[in-house]
């Protein structure tokens, strides 16, 4: 065994940051013996000093992170900061300097992945990032290793914890969305500003993320349709649960039928209460992962929280110092598939539609031809009348979204509809 | 991009082993891309020639087994012959000759781990058997990459699915045990002998394979606790249901309590409805993962089968074919830990006991002196009359196995007591 220790720039030192630092000093025989070589952690980079971080050696500790991941004795930068900048420059100067690099960093992944999959490669170093999608539950090594004789077809699960939080809180409480937002906040489950979780936002970019490692193929943020969980009301889940269902926010990455293309997309849909997702509690993430040959198979656990990202974090920190001793590295970005990524208009979903329409004859004729003429076909139909109003609930047969969003529109229009709300449905 | 070929022998031909010859076909070009190489089928040892294999290369075929592995060109040996020999004998053949192996093949992992690692490592190759455990559900590379920063402290599921189909079929049913067998066997999930499911061994072989990964311990089949499901009725059912239960085959691989042993053992269990467990339906697999920093993970899919015991195998030649390009390894055994394997006796557990007792006064005091005098705590009792006899069930506290075993033995030798059964709890 190797004695001269690897050693390790640590970027950040918050909730996740504080934690590698801590198993790093606590288990330190056990990745010794998991590595073949001793690890050392050689500097902590921090925005401000002065706080007390229990446990994290004081004297580590710098606020210079470009000096630090540029000392050319650093073997794996560990970047928990965050963010694009200066996460982004970090990482690359990490890279010039010969160092590879374990991420926790979703929305630079989302949003600069091939770049950064480059400059690694230029350098011969290594870029992992399971820490990045799901927090402890180990997703990206299964679908680029595991799966790497298998073709994916479909990535399809709950990827945010702050979101499923407030979802499950509404529909097991009956609480409104500010209310169950409150607790959320209250609990640490959401941040001062919820924006990046309850818009969809980190939903997108672990999806992007997803859909690159399934379909070898490059995914941008901005290649995936994305609908935050704001809107959703009590009435929503009242609704749901009369249709024996309830509503998650959804990350959905496909595999056209045709093969030809992929999509990608978060938004809330409606599930029934028999889907294994609807039982995914609290702040809980689970991913189903649908492949040619292995079938379908799902992940769940922690999404987020020190302790899990922490997990992933180091089990990456293991593989990259295991790659370094080797002088390999491992699998880097997989594209070579180049598959187009459609538009949401292009998707083929389902709509649960709820009407408020006037109770006399010919409205549901009026309200069926607009379905027809939009070429959506209904699955079920349920109307039921109240106060000279009817509520019509449709659920469609499976369609492009942009043949069912213009249906929605349609039916908007006619003149004895008098509201409605409609979910994707699955 | 290397142009020259990888070279692959295929060491049998039969549900698993064709469907990796047909994937290895019909998807060469994503193979060529996630390797960095082309990989070739060099060889297929089959036992006898002659059965139309469709879709395999019949010029490929060889019944000379040895002969293939010794050629000298091969880079990688996939053995899907199963079976302790000749196996053993080929796959060190294989090490011998400087080809690394990927191996769905439990029972010589279980029995035989250690000294195979040992000559993987010797020669400069790998040893990969994803396969080996839960058919297509990432089950090994989880536990020995992503959780190899993290302290795994319990693995816990159904790792054999003829024998979950078995029990789902009798709880779902009502149907007796050789009822749901011959069912089973119909079916294409039980062999015609069916004693390596049944009895427990294959889930007990898994079990000492996780066990030891999870571990970083040698771990044989021999230090495994095996009970099979032969004698699960379905009175029991009837019962588990009274209690809000249902039975289940675990495998269960445990780190004592002071960390300083560990255990692994096969057995039925009443688990409660509510337990995701519970749910895991036919010949499905599920896993539970509890690690010190990434909390409860859980991974589920289809356990056996050909395609998704192939997608494993090829995933494993993926990452086998890439380290042989980088010249590298992956990682090997780590037994470091070397922790002892405590006998069934100490293992803490819980049980189920239902008592025909004679219904007169006295004998609840009389059942109730055994517990304590075992020091066997009770949680809950239940008793029931019915024409002069009573029905009584206790579920205990967690105890050691052996305070259990004999409390049991000393509840069968009171006058009062009819007859009863016993099963462990959850």
């Not at 500097?43 to 210079?64: F, H, M, N, S, W």
């Not at 309850?198 to 193929?217: M, Q, Y």
């Not at 309200?367 to 349920?382: K, L, N, Y």
């Amino acid at each position: 065994m190797r004695t001269r220790p690897l050693k390790v720039a640590l970027l950040g030192c918050g909730v996740v940051g504080s934690e590698v630092a801590r198993i790093m000093t606590t288990h330190a025989d056990d990745l010794t013996a998991r590595i073949g070589a001793p690890v050392e952690l050689a500097g902590i980079a921090v925005r401000r000093t002065g706080r007390v971080r229990e446990g994290v050696p004081a004297e580590l500790i710098t606020t210079d992170a470009t000096a630090l991941v540029k000392r050319g004795d650093i073997d794996v930068v560990v970047e928990v900061i965050g963010g694009l900048e200066p996460a982004r420059a970090l990482i690359t100067t990490a890279f010039e300097h010969g160092a590879s690099v374990v991420s926790a960093n979703k929305a630079l992944l989302a949003e600069d992945g091939a770049a950064l999959h480059a400059a690694a490669e230029k350098h011969g170093v290594d870029l992992y990032y399971e820490a990045a999608v799901a927090g402890a539950i180990p997703l990206v090594r299964p679908l680029r290793e595991s799966l790497a004789g298998d073709k994916v077809n479909r990535v399809l699960g709950i990827v945010n914890g702050t979101t499923n939080f407030i979802l499950d809180k509404m529909d097991t409480s009956g609480a409104g969305y500010s209310e169950a937002l409150d607790e959320a906040t209250a609990l640490g489950y959401a941040e001062a500003d919820p924006t990046a979780d309850v818009e969809g936002f980190d939903a997108a970019a672990k999806a992007a993320i997803l859909a690159g490692i399934a379909f070898h193929t490059r995914v941008r943020l901005d290649d995936v349709h994305r609908e935050g969980m704001t809107e959703v009301t009590a009435a929503d889940f009242a609704s749901a649960k009369q249709m024996g269902c309830t509503i998650k926010l959804l990350a959905i990455c496909e595999r056209a039928a045709d093969g030809r293309s992929v999509t990608a997309r978060v938004h809330p849909a409606m599930i029934p209460l028999t889907h294994p997702l609807a039982s995914v509690r609290e702040a809980y993430n689970a991913v189903f992962v649908e492949a040619e040959a292995a079938g379908q198979l799902m992940f769940y656990g922690p999404g987020a929280g020190g302790s899990p990202t922490a997990s992933a974090v180091l089990g990456d920190l293991v593989a990259v110092c295991r790659n370094k001793l080797a002088g390999a590295t491992g699998p880097g970005e997989s594209a070579y598939a180049a598959l187009p990524v459609s538009p949401m208009g292009e998707v083929v979903t389902r709509y649960h539609i709820s009407l408020d329409v006037a109770d006399r004859p010919g409205v549901l004729a009026q309200v069926a031809t607009v379905f027809a003429e939009h070429g959506v076909s209904i699955d079920t139909v349920r109307q039921q009348g109240k106060d000279g109003e009817a509520a019509l609930v449709v659920v469609t047969h499976r369609a492009a979204d942009a043949a069912l969003s213009a249906t929605v529109e349609a039916l908007r229009r006619l003149d004895t509809v008098r509201g409605g709300r409609e979910h994707h449905a699955r």
